[in-house]
């Protein structure tokens, strides 16, 4: 390993945690795979072959007459009577549905059970209260739920970089006051915030990042800074200082590359905290809309219909699995970017 470069020495450490390697090859697979949730988990046809003409009700919404139908509205693809007296009425027209054919806010209404019905072949999870499958709204609940970790992420990661970063390089009374300030802002009450802005504002995705992304900046903010107040006073950087070289350019060059030994060891602890607090809020009834697919909302459901296991299990096993495969992957990355390590 003598002549490998710090970046291949640092990848070298981190394949050699095979746990935290593998974990990051399956939630990459599984973060990759639920993007594409529309084509895995739908109630429209993926395609499909009608008088010798293609259809991608996916993509295009077709009214019923295209199909010889009497009404101008969308064609309900699940309808009996569209699907075997229509559309495959003719031998030669064929249809193709998704692998799951649900998605995350259909409906079940042939379900002979009652809601919240158990897993069985129509609904290989079961429903929840409203009949809706279950396993598509794992499916877009664990999309949204990543998406939401890494967009809450990168805002309190730039946010708390140039706080930091500003904190530490000035000093002085600047880091004085900015310090009371990051005191006096974390003794806020986040979940009565939460409260009373939901009771005033209608809740939304937008509202719900901003609220937290207020408040998750700080705790990084720290690490940022402490780099920045050790690394102001090294020679390189009096050096860059005493040849005129720009206050920006000597924190961009030559400060941050070493501040984010903390801020890239952090991210995937961060994502998870995250996601966590998204389905805490959503299972508080604090977070998003009921139309949205939510992880916590599922574990609502799950808590008031004990006897339904399948909800709260499901859902269990989904919150579990991606806040472990999250936390292998960074402590395999602190273990990489630990520079004690040959």
Do not use: C
Request: glycine content about 6%; hydrophobic content about 50%; aromatic content about 14%.
């Amino acid at each position: 390993m003598t002549n490998l470069t710090p970046a291949q020495r640092r990848w070298r450490r981190f394949t050699a945690n095979r746990r935290g390697y593998y974990s990051l090859w399956i939630f990459s697979t599984l973060f990759i795979l639920s993007l594409f949730a529309e084509v895995l988990s739908n109630d429209k046809p993926l395609i499909i072959s009608y008088e010798s003409e293609y259809y991608f009700p996916l993509w295009r919404a077709y009214p019923e007459t295209v199909f010889n139908g009497d009404f101008e509205t969308e064609t309900n693809y699940r309808d009996e009577y569209v699907l075997n007296d229509l559309i495959l009425k003719n031998p030669a027209n064929w249809i193709i549905f998704p692998l799951n054919p649900y998605s995350f806010d259909s409906i079940n209404y042939d379900n002979a059970q009652p809601n919240p019905a158990q897993p069985s072949r129509d609904n290989l999870l079961g429903t929840d209260d409203r009949g809706r499958d279950v396993l598509a709204r794992l499916i877009y609940g664990f999309r949204l739920s990543v998406l939401f970790g890494f967009a809450l992420t990168i805002i309190g990661v730039v946010i708390g970089i140039i706080a930091g970063a500003l904190q530490g390089y000035l000093g002085g009374k600047f880091d004085l006051f900015a310090q009371r300030f990051i005191e006096v802002w974390s003794s806020m009450p986040e979940l009565y915030l939460l409260i009373i802005f939901a009771s005033m504002f209608q809740p939304s995705i937008i509202l719900l990042l901003a609220l937290l992304a207020v408040f998750g900046w700080m705790g990084l903010a720290d690490y940022v800074r402490a780099e920045f107040l050790k690394g102001r006073n090294m020679d390189y950087v009096r050096a860059a200082q005493a040849l005129g070289v720009p206050n920006l350019t000597i924190m961009r060059r030559h400060l941050l590359p070493n501040a984010m030994t903390p801020v890239i060891t952090f991210l995937p602890f961060r994502i998870s905290a995250a996601i966590l607090a998204l389905t805490s809020l959503d299972f508080l009834g604090l977070g998003l809309p009921p139309s949205e697919p939510s992880l916590g909302e599922l574990l609502a459901q799950g808590k008031e219909n004990i006897s339904a296991w399948w909800l709260s299990l499901s859902t269990f096993f989904v919150l579990v699995g991606t806040l472990s495969l999250l936390i292998f992957i960074g402590e395999a990355l602190r273990e990489a970017l630990d520079t004690r390590r040959g």
